[in-house]
C-alpha cells in the first residue's frame, strides 16, 4: 500500500493562505484517487476534497468551495491543497488519503490509507 506524509501545516490569521503537500511512496501514485479529510477536535473526521488519478475530476465540500483548491503532481507523487480565505472553523488536522472513491455525492476513504496529519489553526 502506499505511505503517505502530510506537511504545510501551521498557524494563520483568519483570511490568510497556506498550501498542504501529501508526498506518497511505495506504490504507483497515479493509479490512485486522492482526498484530503479533516478532523477537529471532539468531531467526526471530514471530506474536503478529492481528486481522481488523472487530475481530470475534483470535488469538495461545500464549506470550502471557492477557497481551497486541490491538485496533484504525479511525477513528484504528491498532491497538494491550497487553502486561501482561511476561516477559524478550518482549525483542524488535516489528512490525506489514497484510493477512496468519491463523488458529488459521497465520499469515502481508503481503509488504512491514511497519512499521519498535519496541523492547521487560524486565528479569528
Known amino acids: 500500500q502506499v505511505q503517505l506524509v502530510e506537511s504545510g501545516g501551521g498557524l494563520v490569521q483568519a483570511g490568510g493562505s497556506l498550501r498542504l503537500s501529501c508526498a506518497a511512496s511505495?506504490?504507483?501514485?497515479?493509479?490512485?484517487?486522492m482526498g484530503w479529510f479533516r478532523q477537529a477536535p471532539g468531531k467526526e473526521r471530514e471530506f474536503v476534497a478529492a481528486i481522481n488519478w488523472s487530475g481530470q475530476n475534483t470535488y469538495y465540500a461545500d464549506s470550502v468551495k471557492g477557497r481551497f483548491t486541490i491538485s496533484r503532481d504525479n511525477a513528484k507523487n504528491t498532491v497538494y491543497l491550497q487553502m486561501n480565505s482561511l476561516k477559524p472553523e478550518d482549525t483542524a488536522v488535516y489528512y490525506c488519503?489514497?484510493?477512496?472513491?468519491?463523488?458529488?455525492?459521497?465520499?469515502?476513504?481508503?481503509?488504512?490509507?491514511w497519512g499521519q496529519g498535519t496541523q492547521v489553526t487560524v486565528s479569528s
Open positions: 511505495g506504490r504507483t501514485f497515479s493509479s490512485y484517487n
Open positions: 488519503n489514497a484510493g477512496g472513491k468519491y463523488s458529488g455525492s459521497y465520499s469515502v476513504p481508503s481503509l488504512g490509507s
